[in-house]
């Protein structure tokens, strides 16, 4: 499943070629890529503190001591430029912008801080460009390793539930249940949670991003669980509610509506399709449930090496859904003090349609455990 040095190579190099191309057309002299996913992306290179200089036709990894070792093995063909321990990382980024005259560099703004890029801006006699969001364009249609690899994700992270699913006690508490997950995700071969996992029980499950109390199973008929794996760099991202003693009526309502919901959502997924339909197809079953202001988050996004990354589905987001883009599909609706019910799955935009990449049960008949 691991690739070769070679085919990590070859595509970091393919990606590189299509920025190096943009460089030359938005007539820039060099881009300094600063967001560690993207230097990841773009070369291969998994540590983090690193930079990549690229220009119409060259790519130089810029990094630390720390590292040495590590870029010989993972991207042994790049060229690359290791820091003195009396330098930052910025002052090869001047040394080299001053060495290539370079005039018009781009940068990523949201990924340095307002010091750093003052103190760039100052050292280089050209100008600084605004390229936010070039390689995060790229990075939302996936290649056939990344979605190979994301199934992998996938894979783990459902591995990882059945078996706290199959072994959860009536004492446990939500950060119990944080800790198997993440257990057995690294158990079936996963590098560790793609983020906190989220556990709510009862009305802490109306909580969108809650974290692990030590509220015990046995305090409330339902859990809600959001969580994720991470494998090869990959993320994976779902939610499922468990039901624990008799179903109430109130529970069922509820997640009848957002069942219906997701579903006409993922309906709708396709090449081409505005997102904004997307989320307009889940958002309108909530709203005509009755439930509009209980719905107060987007509908679903783009995951990867990041777990929230491009595209986003929103009411407003006007852009299209292409195939290769993997988002997450995930309306829910919150009551305060009562509880709340998500339900989330990851879904591959196809060349005709699209393929649900998760496959846990998520009817509430199936989502019955017995303690
Ligand atoms: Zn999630
Ligand atoms: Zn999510």
Known sequence: MKDTTHQVHQRAKQRRAKIHRKIKQMGLDA??????????????????????????????????FRYTTQIEEECPQLD?????????????????????????????????????????????????????????????????????????????AEKAFSVIRSQ????????????????????????????????????????PHGIPSIR???QDPFVLIDWGARYNGYASDLTRVLVTARIPPKLRKIHDIVLTAQLAAIAKIRPGVCMQKVDH???????????KKQFGHGLGHGFGLRIHETP??????????????VVTIEPGIYLPGWGGVRIEDDILVTKDGCEVLSGLPKSLDECVIEL
């Open 168 to 207: 959860m006690t009536a004492d446990q508490t939500e950060r119990q249940i944080a800790h198997n997950l993440e257990h057995q995700i690294r158990a079936f071969g996963g590098s560790g949670c793609s983020f906190d996992p989220i556990v709510g029980i009862g009305p802490r499950a109306a909580l």
């Open 80 to 156: 690359t430029l290791i820091r003195d321990a009396n330098q930052t990382t910025f002052n090869l980024v001047t040394q080299i912008a001053k060495t290539s005259k370079s005039k018009f560099i781009g940068i990523e703004p949201s990924c340095i801080s307002k010091s750093v890029y003052d103190q760039i801006q100052s050292s280089v006699s050209g100008e600084l460009v605004d390229t936010e969001g070039w390689v995060e364009e790229l990075r939302a249609i996936k290649d056939k390793n990344e979605i190979l690899t994301i199934r992998r994700s996938i894979q783990i």
């Open 216 to 218: 015990r199973i046995e």
């Open 31 to 64: 881009f300094l890529v600063t967001d560690e996913k993207n230097v990841t992306y773009l070369t291969g290179f998994t540590g983090d503190s690193s930079y990549l200089w690229l220009t119409s036709g060259d790519a130089i990894l810029l990094s630390d």
């Open 281 to 291: 197809a889940a958002r309108s079953t909530i709203e005509r449930a009755g439930y």
């Open 312 to 325: 986003f589905l929103s009411p407003i987001n006007k852009g299209q859904l292409c195939p290769g883009m």
